[in-house]
């Protein structure tokens, strides 16, 4: 159950204060208990300041939010791959359309994760955007137009050409490559449809950590996404 | 011993290998025996993804590196002031020479963490900025020129005249903001000739964490600055 | 009428299509008419593509909106003081609230416009910041609070408060730089209104250039500030 | 003549005080002459605020250094496509290593100059960063390795691996799109062997405009690339 698997949902805590110290713990106790389960893969993005507690408190895979393009050395205030490791996380987002990163960072951050053993999820915008992403050679790209994102608009259902553009885009750059897609996703049937489309899994954020009963609602999700 | 006070030792853990995860907590371990020898506040700033651990760990301050100008909410990979004070920081660092930020993003954090009774320690490259940034009333203003960061040669010593400057520059403006010193500071002698030209303390960061020893350079520099 | 006197009204182009190309050039013109009609400085900001276009076509003084903390070198796509200066341009607006400077960058910048002889003029959300710029002792102050930029809201008459605190807390610090005050200004009693709160002039952009008769805007607003 | 074709030479004048204001007509008119010489194309990307100017002065293509991902509207101190357009510019480059963007903003930019038809030559580190903006589909990609800029060692010459290499990927994602290389670009033999590799011509900025004989240098290299 550990271990990163698909299909997966991965749970965006953002900045949220529903999701902030605390209530960061309880709300990946909850991920962990969906993932016990249902042995669908929840996995979970603390923030920083939260990411070693959370990671102490499961044993599902825990994600950092962001990295920096940095080896270790003099850079007050970033965020080195090594650290985030060290405190427990096996991957980390980069470039989610709230934290755009230079072309040439991610470049950088997919080599540095790499290095450590750390997996990278790039986000993109758009399907051209994800074609791009899967040259640099991530562990995972999930597209996620930003003008769906927070709008219960579920982009697997209301555009599902952009997705399956996306999938077939990335796949004829690069066949490995694990691909999830967010933005709008609240209910099961968004996540059913997102892995009908040919995607691996979901980033989802506000549809969970909003919810009034995020328990239930990641529970319907992995009911939806199980083989 | 565990409230912030003056005069103060500020160690800016970086994003040195030597103070990341294991050995960050290590290191806030020793500041803190030799705050407790001295009485001299030695307060310490690792990296966001050790914050939680070693604040839990120490009874010393514990200060972020670096918070974002935003209130909770959809801010993937940001630094929430709410997150890092839950996590046990008393303060952060902004503005560092490494991570310099947009003036008007300045002003905000202080404002942030003013209203989170978190304290904000500016960090300005030079006696002008100092005075700038006074206007916007932090809690500590930290002046460091970078071209002498990390060099050894110590601002307190070979420049004396711009430590006096910033003093007396932010003094016309501000009479109440705590004044550090930082640049170069190696030896004792250097933090002695910080407070007398007008400081309250120190920021250092390879000087300690990268020394062979570091207790026994923390234990020279609080010495030093006894009263 | 060629020089930089006050009191002044800056009409900045931004990126309109209605003051681009040719009719920056025809919008310049009118400003120019203006002046010689009423003595009173009307100065204009165009794009940098029309810069030394519309720097030839009239003798008023025409700025740059923006110029970036470099010397002569290798900064492809950057602005270097000397090129504006050269295209033609007296001065340049920085840190406008659509494009925020790192606060390092704004005392590099006054520092290189002062000995290229070109005159510094940095915006400013609101009271505090203006005072934090006035230590940077540029050569002008424009204190334009984003939230009413574009909304006919005028900042002088409908937060006159806003205006005449920033010039008093800009006067503790530095009695000689100019102060202007912009956003919203549509009316020539809004632009008496900034005189008499003790600003040497206005900022003013959509008020003027979408204006459907610039002319007859600016010359409205020139009656007004008339002494 | 006037129009751009390959082989090409593109002459980058950054922000280098010999190809300011005046000096910028005097090189760009030399490239002129190169050009009707020798049937190779060879354009210029001056200054912003010298683009007009050239661009009324010679026949040869201009290029913008850079431009924002914008559309008319609110934007101070960017750069818009269409007023560069309308200065006399028939395209851009962009995220040159000394002004490199976020992969949204490349998208952005480019398809806001296909909509324009401005001509996108999109810089890319490496060979892997050039395959990813391949998928975007601009009108030129340019491999500029920065460990090489302004050092004399000609990436096709010492490096041939990096730009075959990056021929080949870029041709796996997109068949039509012109590949130049730049990088330390000195000699006529340097530019020969660029298009031995498979490139289309070549980026240079030093080697040309630092030359004591700007003209001689020009005149080498297209002579070396004739066909």
Redesign the interface.
Same mark, same amino acid.
């Given at each position: 159950m550990a271990g990163f698997h698909t299909p997966v949902i991965i749970v965006?805590f953002? /900045?949220?204060?529903e999701a902030?110290?605390?209530r960061a713990i309880e709300l990946a106790e909850k991920a962990e208990k969906v993932s016990r389960e249902t042995s669908v893969c929840v996995a979970v993005a603390p +923030?920083?300041?939260?990411?070693?507690?959370v990671a102490k408190a499961v044993e599902i895979p825990v994600f @950092? +939010? !962001?990295v920096d393009p940095?080896k270790?050395?003099?850079? /007050?205030? !970033?965020?080195?791959v090594?650290?985030?490791k060290? %405190?427990g %996380?096996i991957g980390t987002?980069?470039? !989610?359309?709230?934290? +755009?990163?230079?072309?040439?960072?991610?470049?950088e951050i997919v080599k540095i994760t790499r290095e450590n053993d750390v997996l990278s999820v790039v986000c $993109?915008?758009?399907p /051209?955007?994800s @074609? %791009?992403? $899967?040259?640099?050679?991530p562990g995972v790209i999930a597209i996620e137009p930003p003008e769906l994102?927070?709008t219960g608009i579920p982009v697997s259902k209301a555009h599902p050409e952009i997705v399956a553009g996306t999938v077939q885009?990335v796949r004829e750059?690069n066949k490995k490559v694990t691909v999830l897609c967010g933005a709008g996703i609240s209910h099961g049937e968004d996540c059913a449809a997102a892995l009908k489309l040919g995607t691996q899994g979901v980033l989802v %954020?506000?549809g969970i950590v909003k919810a009034k009963n995020p328990y239930m609602i990641m529970r319907e999700f992995a009911e939806a996404m199980k083989r």
């Open positions: 965006n953002k /900045t949220y204060m902030t110290g605390r +923030q920083l300041a939260d990411l070693s507690a @950092a +939010q !962001h940095i270790p050395g003099s850079y /007050t205030g !970033h965020v080195l090594e650290s985030v060290e %405190a %996380a987002l980069i470039n !989610h359309s709230e934290r +755009q990163l230079k072309l040439s960072d991610i470049d $993109a915008n758009n /051209t955007i @074609a %791009a992403v $899967a040259s640099l050679k994102i927070g885009l750059v %954020a506000s």
